[in-house]
């Protein structure tokens, strides 16, 4: 079992930066891909961004250039960097991780409120 306890989030205006954390424990070692995903009120869960265990990236489009992911492996924490933030960006964000087992189990974070608003 994995558990994924986040932190930050809040209230931030437009153009501004936030930062989101994921820290995990349990059976870590087993985990190859990590997430981001945002819902908002209506709207399907719509995955952010993702790094796998070999540090390899990927965006979505309406992130790209103004978000990083990034993780401590040493400390078993994946970060969420929100920059120029969009009212677009207004969410409930959620961090995912996923392991590597024959038949992977799903794992995720309790979810953290970014409100962008000026």
């Known amino acids: 079992q994995v558990q994924l306890v986040q932190s930050g989030g809040g209230l931030v205006q437009p153009g501004g930066s936030l930062s989101l954390s994921c820290a995990q424990s349990g059976a870590v070692y087993g985990l190859w891909i990590l997430n981001w995903y945002r819902e908002t009120p209506g709207k399907q869960r719509e995955w952010v961004a993702s790094?796998?265990?070999?540090?390899?990236?990927q965006y979505a489009d309406s992130v790209k250039g103004r978000f990083a992911i990034s993780r401590d492996a040493k400390n078993f924490t994946l970060y969420l960097q929100m920059n120029k933030v969009q009212l677009e960006d207004t969410a409930m964000y959620f961090c995912?991780?996923?392991?590597?087992?024959?038949?992977?189990?799903?794992?995720w974070g309790q979810g953290t409120q970014v409100t962008v608003s000026s």
């Open positions: 790094i796998t265990r070999d540090g390899d990236r």
């Open positions: 995912h991780a996923q392991d590597s087992a024959l038949i992977p189990k799903d794992y």
